[in-house]
T-cell receptor, first 112, second 112 residues
Framework: AQSVTQLDSHVSVSEGTPVLLRCNYS??????LFWYVQHPNKGLQLLLK??????LVKGINGFEAEFKKSETSFHLTKPSAHMSDAAEYFC??????????FGAGTRLFVKA | DGGITQSPKYLFRKEGQNVTLSCEQN?????MYWYRQDPGQGLRLIYY???????QKGDIAEGYSVSREKKESFPLTVTSAQKNPTAFYLC???????????FGEGSRLTVL
């Protein structure tokens, strides 16, 4: 069985400080992992993806994530938060069985 | 341009009525999904389909039905058996090579 757990329902940071959004997964197969972002009243946008190549994945807008198989984690980071990063972020796992599972989401707040 | 089209964008329904949400894609994707999004619960999988004439129940399939008669189309029917149908519904397709998800704009269903 596969599952995704986003460890924080919301995260609050100050502008210019680092961002860490945590995601753990479980999967019986080698997974593909994704992070998507949803800004208020907008559709979901792909931030980055891991598909068994390099374990450190760089995405758009300065975000990156590291796949750690031993810890079954795929945490999303950004060195310096910007006000425009305030949104909801979803960690997604997909395995060869065509089932794609979303985490519950983490809402990121950025304070000026 | 290729993409996913959901309709209607907003829908109101009386209790006891069935409603069907349309989802059409011209991306030539085999895999299609229906998710329900509720505040604080992320996206939960209702049904998914890997290929024409085949579909599988997701985590919250009760009270819903789907069909996949054509590759391009994956309509979702919200039946009167669904106890809490008021929600935002997202249709998604998945690219074969990249695994990237493509999202419709969503349909917001309100039961009066």
């Amino acid at each position: 069985a596969q599952s995704v757990t986003q460890l924080d329902s919301h995260v609050s940071v100050s502008e210019g400080t680092p961002v860490l959004l945590r995601c753990n997964y479980s999967s019986s197969y080698s997974p593909s992992l994704f992070w998507y972002v949803q800004h208020p009243n907008k559709g979901l946008q792909l931030l980055l993806k891991y598909t068994s190549a390099a374990t450190l994945v760089k995405g758009i807008n300065g975000f990156e994530a590291e796949f750690k198989k031993s810890e079954t984690s795929f945490h999303l980071t950004k060195p310096s938060a910007h006000m425009s990063d305030a949104a909801e972020y979803f960690c997604v796992v997909h395995t060869g069985g065509f089932k794609t599972i979303f985490g519950a989401g983490t809402r990121l707040f950025v304070k000026a | 341009d290729g993409g996913i089209t959901q309709s209607p964008k907003y829908l109101f329904r009386k209790e006891g009525q069935n409603v069907t949400l349309s989802c059409e894609q011209n991306l030539n994707h085999d895999a299609m999904y229906w998710y329900r999004q509720d505040p604080g619960q992320g996206l939960r999988l209702i049904y998914y389909s890997q290929i024409v004439n085949d579909f599988q129940k997701g985590d919250i399939a009760e009270g819903y039905s789907v069909s996949r008669e054509k590759k391009e189309s994956f309509p979702l029917t919200v039946t009167s058996a669904q106890k809490n149908p008021t929600a935002f519904y997202l249709c998604v397709s998945r690219g074969v090579n990249t695994g990237e998800l493509f999202f419709g704009e969503g349909s917001r269903l309100t039961v009066l």
